[in-house]
């Protein structure tokens, strides 16, 4: 069965220094990623999605940045935080036959606090 | 464009009750209609989907969801409510491209 992992679990990080959050997917190839942000534990943000390794595509300009080095590897960074990175951070995989009907599948999230 | 309306920011009922949660959306074409529950400090999980067919789909944990075209709804519905359900529920919707747009979320608080 597939499965999805991320972490850490929680973060706290001091304004301006860098971040790396990773996600994992096990039991499939080829999957679609995304990364999203949720703030207040209500709508979600699409901030990053890839359909292939090296191929990102980002929804929304910020000081953040995705890479997919390897297949079923996604990472985002940023160089140097701000206050408004602050939340919960989503990745999510879907198969990569995916024309739409497929659902998203989510990993446990990040609670990135920045301080 | 695509989008998705929670009208309810939250839903109280009582246990042993039916619910509903309602969820309105605006597509252009065919719609993939999705509900999905976030625990506290959880990802999403998937519940149900609607691609075509039936409108009346059944999926995870006893939930049910009925797609109405003429008014554009894909309420979620469950006869009998537990305390166990309460959690952050979200409908969303997809046109074909890799894009979900999810919306507010509807918190289900149901009450012993």
């Known amino acids: 069965s597939q499965t999805i992992h991320q972490w850490p679990a929680t973060l706290v990080q001091p304004v301006g220094s860098p971040l790396s959050l990773e996600c994992t997917v096990e039991g499939t190839s080829n999957p679609n990623l995304y990364w999203y942000r949720q703030a207040a534990g209500r709508g979600l943000q699409l901030l990053f999605y890839?359909?292939?390794?090296?191929?990102i595509s980002s929804e929304v300009p910020q000081n953040l940045s995705a890479s997919r080095p390897q297949d079923r590897q996604f990472i985002l960074s940023s160089k140097k935080l701000l206050l408004s990175d602050s939340g919960f951070y989503l990745c999510?995989?879907?198969?990569?036959?995916?024309?739409?009907?497929?659902?998203?599948?989510f990993g446990d999230g990040t609670r990135l606090s920045i301080l | 464009a695509q989008s998705v309306a929670q009208p309810e920011d939250q839903v109280n009922v009582a246990e042993g009750n039916p619910l509903t949660v309602k969820c309105t959306y605006s597509v252009s074409g065919n719609p993939y209609l999705f509900w999905y529950v976030q625990y506290p400090n959880r990802g999403l999980q998937f519940l149900l989907k609607y691609i075509t067919g039936d409108n009346l789909v059944k999926g995870s944990y006893g939930f049910e969801a009925e797609f109405n075209k003429s008014q554009t709804s894909f309420h979620l519905k469950k006869p009998s409510a537990l305390v166990s359900d309460s959690a952050l529920y979200f409908c969303a919707v997809r046109d074909g491209t890799f894009k979900t747009i999810f919306g507010a979320g509807t918190r289900l608080f149901v009450k012993a």
């Open positions: 890839s359909v292939g390794i090296g191929q």
């Open positions: 999510a995989w879907s198969g990569m036959d995916d024309a739409g009907s497929q659902p998203q599948h």
